[in-house]
């Protein structure tokens, strides 16, 4: 059975129509899935797509995480609903608190679109078990409040824990995250939250290559597994 | 909330009947003693306070054209025939049959005078109101390009101007998830004061889903939506793009700052509510006709709605909602607040309207309804304030001919010949002079502007700056595209404008055709200064014909496209900068070619004639700050024959790479070329290297032949008549010219990359 991908649609969401065609291109079927609903239509993952939600007015994802979709979200992902926020959706996902820390503002206080060598740290998590650990990746990197921060001992708890996904090791840090986090994972790993957009690296016609398409077939195939 | 108190200090039209001697500020509003009376007989008394208002912004320079009207003529007159045009000049943006049920729009206009004033949301606002343009017509936009040009770079005020306008065009143009995939950025003294910044949008529709601004059928209801109304931008398009800055009358206003309030104050998110929002509406088939609301406000989008329909429209405007209680109507008329749109909606479909609005999050109100009158009526709580004849205002303006004079430091320019200049005479000054060029900032690398731009969003983006052209996939399966190119030289065209126009149109045919696109029509931004000056008028009438003249040439239509005139500080005029868009189609962009030499071995091929031509060069202006002579010689017949050739090497696959030849001539190409694919060249010119390096010579390009496929090439070239001079070939490390001298990749990188970040921090 084909597995049922979520891409939720806020206000101010601009890659989901992106993600449901990575969705697809990994051999899924992409669920479109709106804000205002407290429904998960039965999907058996969920992204949340990049973009500007509510404008990122106060604060981003802020507003987002009082979504409706989110009082549906936040329990089924409690119980086992395997969920990647990219960008917006990774800035999201620490509103909501289901993953810890903050994304902040760049370190050049500039937005940055740029192709980004990526490290993949952890590939045991459902969204990244296609590649292998340690595998080197490039996919674009696009914001303005990518720098991942949180405090030195919760910093060493997701190290020590292998809870940093996903690193850059471009030897020109693009946005001053700590430790150079490009993403990471909640203790089991189900929820996941990527700053660099995986889902612009599917096609080598329009993205630097095809690197990021395994995100969406790991999902697939760990869907398919279970 | 609703607008405004009631106050008996209104201006009524019973008032306006009964006092025709009471004095107005009509001159104030930027019209003249002659457009007042104009006014007063077609309205039979004085106008009212908020008819004086509509006719004030309607019939300025910005949305009346009035100065430019009779020349823009000759785009339609002699345009050359063309099936693809669907929609043409006088909509909104022209919209152009690209196939296979397709149609794409788009359009440049400027927001040049509130960039100086406000780089931030100057800029950002531009972005924001060629988008509605495109919307309005239908279509879903996807994507923006920016052709941008500043003041000395290293000047203090470009250091506040350029990061300012690069930043709001990043703020809003990401926010609202479109692709940015090109452009231009400029330097050069004349834009000190005056910066240039046209915005460029594009969108697609199927056929059948082009929309008119029409008002028609009485008892439709009129829905104004998106964001309230607000106190900003005020009398935008009147006050700041009908007059020069610096002007005696703007000091004693108190300067630039005075017209601060002016410009208007973007919010991207409501605009990506508002594109989804009518997108829906559209394919609910819930839209009779829509218009974007952008100078001149509701002004506008009133009296052209009516005038294009039935004629009458009733307008309660005191049901406008608005973020200050305290505005009244002129300034309700007048303001410029961003992201709002105006529909007509049959009586059946209000309910259903107002529904997919409030899901979007999009404020909508029924403001009026379509009358068979054939008069805009307004009232203010009841009382008729506007009761006019809305064709008077949006279609019957006052058209100008303006005194033109071709002025006489023309010749003097011309006669300033730059063949007398010093030139490099041995390898090593050669190479010098190329560094020098690559690192100058006007063809700098602009990674660090085009780094706040989002490239990649939608996901069908498929060559984005620095190529030729930007190019995008509009059907996943089939492969068919669009790619866009806009160019502009205002060195060229002040050396000669209609020569210079027909480069700008050429360089931009010729951007698109590099990546295997077919040029199939033109927008243009021209950018000029005060048309009371006869001589910046001469140069504008050169300028359209020559661009009229050379669209015809070349066999693609103006489909629309906009005029920014007093751009100048003080006296001084910038230099005439029409630029122009070209758009092309691609029958799949799986076959596109890109600028970058990728493959090793490969050969390294010119195409065209290369002469001594250094007038308005870049080697010229960057060397020795010179500007004069002649400016290229326009051949569009070989530009013709250039462009079938590289459209018909990449259709069949001949190509892997291709640039076209502009500022910096080969020497630039080569080096963009090699650092844009990592490998170097090794190449043998065939005569002086100076003049084969820096010459400007229109009609050329570089390509990059795929091994075994050389004699086929050669083949193509020759049955279109184009000269190709085999030049070397691709690999090695570094740029290599024989007999002169070689640069390693590194040292051409260092020096095209480190300019802008070492200026803009």
């Known amino acids: 059975m084909t597995a049922r991908v979520g891409v939720v649609t806020f206000p101010g969401s601009l890659d989901d129509a992106d993600a449901a065609r990575a969705v697809t291109l990994a051999g899924g079927q992409p669920v479109p899935l709106w804000h205002g609903e407290k429904n998960l239509h039965g999907v058996d993952a969920v992204i949340l797509p990049g973009g500007f939600s509510y404008g990122d007015y106060l604060r981003c994802g802020a507003i987002a995480r009082f979504a409706p979709v989110m009082t549906a979200l936040v329990p089924a992902v409690r119980a086992g609903l395997p969920v990647l926020g990219i960008c917006n959706g990774f800035q999201i996902l620490c509103e909501a608190h289901l993953l810890p820390g903050a994304l902040t503002r760049n370190r050049g206080l500039r937005f940055v679109c740029r192709d980004v060598r990526l490290r993949v740290e952890n590939a045991r998590t459902p969204w990244t078990s296609g590649y ?11 914001s303005g409040e990518g720098a991942y921060a949180t405090d030195p001992a919760a910093l060493a708890e997701l190290e020590a824990r292998g809870q940093v996904v996903a690193r850059y090791i471009d030897f020109s840090q693009p946005n001053g995250s700590q430790a150079n986090v490009a993403g990471i994972c909640d203790e089991s790993g189900r929820v996941v939250g990527l700053m660099p957009h995986p889902e612009h690296a599917v096609e080598e016609l329009t993205g630097p290559g095809r690197d990021g398409l395994g995100f969406f077939a790991s999902v697939i195939s760990a869907l398919a597994a279970a | 909330m609703t607008a405004g108190p009631m106050t008996s200090a209104q201006d009524t039209v019973a008032r306006a009947a009964a006092t025709p001697q009471h004095r107005q500020p009509y001159a104030e509003l930027g019209l003249t003693d002659a457009e007042y009376d104009r006014i007063r007989q077609v309205l039979g008394r004085r106008p009212t306070d908020a008819e004086l208002a509509i006719y004030a912004g309607m019939w300025s320079e910005h949305c009346s054209y009035k100065s430019s009207r009779a020349h823009l003529k000759q785009f339609a007159e002699k345009a050359p025939p063309s099936a693809a045009l669907l929609a043409g000049i006088g909509q909104q943006a022209g919209v152009v049959d690209i196939g296979q049920g397709y149609a794409v729009t788009f359009k440049i206009e400027s927001h040049n005078h509130p960039s100086y004033v406000e780089p931030y949301q100057g800029a950002a606002t531009g972005v924001g109101g060629i988008v509605r343009d495109i919307l309005a017509m239908g279509a879903r936009p996807v994507a923006v390009m920016d052709a941008l040009r500043f003041g ?51 969108g697609v529709m199927r056929h059948g889903d082009l929309k008119q601004a029409a008002a028609t059928g009485p008892g439709n209801q009129v829905v104004l939506f998106g964001s309230r109304t607000g106190p900003d931008g005020i009398g935008g398009a009147s006050v700041l ?26 919010d991207p998110f409501m605009e990506k509510l508002l594109v989804e929002c009518c997108l829906e509406l559209y394919a609910a088939g819930l839209v009779a006709a829509i218009q974007d609301l952008g100078a001149a406000g509701i002004s506008c989008a009133a009296t052209e709605l009516a005038a294009a329909g039935t004629g009458g429209m009733r307008v309660s405007l005191d049901t406008v ?3 200050d209680a305290s505005l009244g109507p002129p300034a309700i008329l007048m303001s410029e607040s961003q992201e709002r749109m105006m529909a007509v909606a049959e009586p059946r479909h209000v309910e259903a309207f107002l529904a997919v609005c409030a899901k979007w999050g999009v404020q909508a109100t029924v403001i009026g309804a379509v009358t068979g009158t054939g008069r805009l009526q307004m009232t203010w709580h009841g009382e008729l304030i506007v009761d006019m004849p809305p064709g008077s205002a949006a279609d019957d303006g006052p058209v100008y001919h303006r005194p033109l004079a071709r002025p006489a430091t023309q010749d003097e320019l011309a006669g300033r010949d730059p063949v007398t200049l010093a ?104 950018n000029f200064g005060s048309p009371e000056d006869p001589g910046v008028m001469w140069q504008f009438a050169e300028a359209v014909r020559g661009l009229a003249d050379g669209c015809a040439a070349l066999g693609v239509p103006v489909t629309g496209g906009n005029v920014s005139f007093y751009n100048q500080t003080g006296q001084a005029a910038i230099h005439p900068t029409p630029v122009v868009g070209v758009l092309g189609v691609h029958d799949d962009v ?94 043998t010119l065939p005569g002086d290297p100076f003049t084969w390096l820096f010459s400007e010579s229109a009609a050329r390009a570089v390509v990059c032949v795929r091994p075994g496929w050389e004699q086929a090439f050669a083949s193509l070239a020759a049955g279109h008549g184009v000269p190709a001079q085999m030049l070397g070939v691709v690999g090695g490390g570094g740029l290599a010219v024989d007999d002169c001298f070689e640069i390693p990749l590194a040292e051409l990188a260092a020096a095209h990359t480190g300019t802008l970040p070492a200026l803009f921090g």
């Open chain 1, 132 to 142: 292998s650990g340690g595998q080197e990746i490039t996919v674009p990197l696009k």
């Open chain 2, 152 to 202: 000395p770079a290293d000047a203090p005020d470009t250091r506040r101007v350029l990061p300012g306008v690069v930043g709001g065009i990043s703020f809003y143009g990401n926010c609202l998830g479109l692709p940015n995939i090109g452009g231009e950025l400029s330097f050069d003294p004349c834009y000190a004061g005056n910066p240039l910044v046209n915005a460029l949008c594009v």
């Open chain 2, 241 to 266: 793009a009908s007059a020069s800055f610096g002007s005696p009358k703007a000091n004693e206003d108190g300067g630039e700052s005075a017209k601060r309030p002016s410009v208007q104050v973007g």
């Open chain 2, 321 to 323: 909602p608005v973020r």
């Open chain 2, 423 to 526: 030139r490099p005479e041995d390898g090593p000054a050669l190479r010098d002079a190329l560094l020098g060029l690559l690192a100058s900032p006007g063809l700098a690398d602009k990674t660090w502007v085009t780094e706040q731009y989002d490239r990649y969003v939608r996901g069908n983006t498929v060559l984005a700056m620095p190529e030729d052209a930007g190019l995008l996939r509009i059907d996943d399966q089939t492969g068919l595209g669009v790619a866009l190119a806009t160019d502009g030289n205002g060195r060229y065209c002040s050396l000669d404008p209609y020569a210079g126009t027909q480069l700008a149109l050429a360089e931009a045919y010729r951007n698109v055709a590099a990546t295997g696109a077919r040029p199939l029509a033109v927008t243009n931004c021209l």
């Open chain 2, 590 to 683: 799986r076959r596109r070619v890109s600028i970058g030499f990728a493959a090793s071995g490969a050969s390294v091929v010119l195409l065209g004639r290369t002469c001594l031509e250094l007038g308005g060069s870049a080697w010229a202006h960057v060397t020795h700050g010179h500007l004069g002579g002649r400016p290229p010689q326009v051949d569009l017949a070989a530009e013709r024959a250039l462009a079938a050739v590289l459209i018909a090497g990449a259709r069949d696959g001949l190509l892997v790479a291709a640039h076209d030849l502009s500022e910096g001539g080969l020497a630039i190409a080569l080096a963009e070329s090699c650092l844009r694919g990592g490998l170097g060249c090794r190449v």
